[in-house]
């Protein structure tokens, strides 16, 4: 592995899953891209409320790029301080899985992070759409991280 991608996600599973990628690109001497998306469907809503409190004021795609990657600097800020590894950060906007695969290339990254949402009652694991499309569609490793829940 000489690159690889984590998924900075809205699930209890984040900061392990970048703690995890952290402890493995260490041990690797990997590079770690920590990648926020903000999905299309949430940038839209707020958009469309901004506007509604002021039409004045216009809530843009680069505010909202910017946003994520604020919040993928404060994970990585939280989460690999302690940490021999190089990273960067990434914001971004779209539907998530083209953004999560379409980053991954655009970065030439060979290995991918990401927290699973749940296991089923039986200990099965469950994947949600998300994880699931970059399962059966990312040309590399991917490393899901499931968390049970409570």
């Known amino acids: 592995m000489n690159r690889a991608l984590v998924v900075i996600g809205p699930t209890d599973g984040t900061k392990r ?3 995890e990628a952290g402890a493995f690109a260490q041990g690797t001497g990997a590079e770690l ?5 903000k999905p299309e469907e949430e940038y839209e809503e707020t958009q469309a409320a901004v506007a509604g409190l002021n039409a004045d004021v216009v809530y843009t795609l680069e505010q909202a790029e910017e946003s994520a990657t604020r919040l993928a600097r404060t994970v990585a800020n939280e989460t ?3 940490l021999d590894v190089e990273y960067e950060v990434v914001g971004t906007v779209g539907r998530e899985a ?3 695969l379409g980053t991954a290339a655009e970065e030439e990254c060979d290995h ?3 927290a699973g949402r749940r296991r089923s009652p039986t200990g099965k694991a469950l ?3 998300l994880t699931q499309r970059v399962l059966l569609n990312f ?3 991917v490393t899901v991280l499931l968390a049970d829940e409570e």
């Open 17 to 19: 899953i970048v703690r």
């Open 33 to 37: 891209v920590l990648l926020a998306v």
């Open 80 to 82: 690999l301080a302690d």
């Open 127 to 129: 994947f949600g759409d």
């Open 112 to 114: 991918i992070f990401i």
């Open 139 to 141: 040309d590399g490793p």
């Open 98 to 100: 083209d953004r999560i």
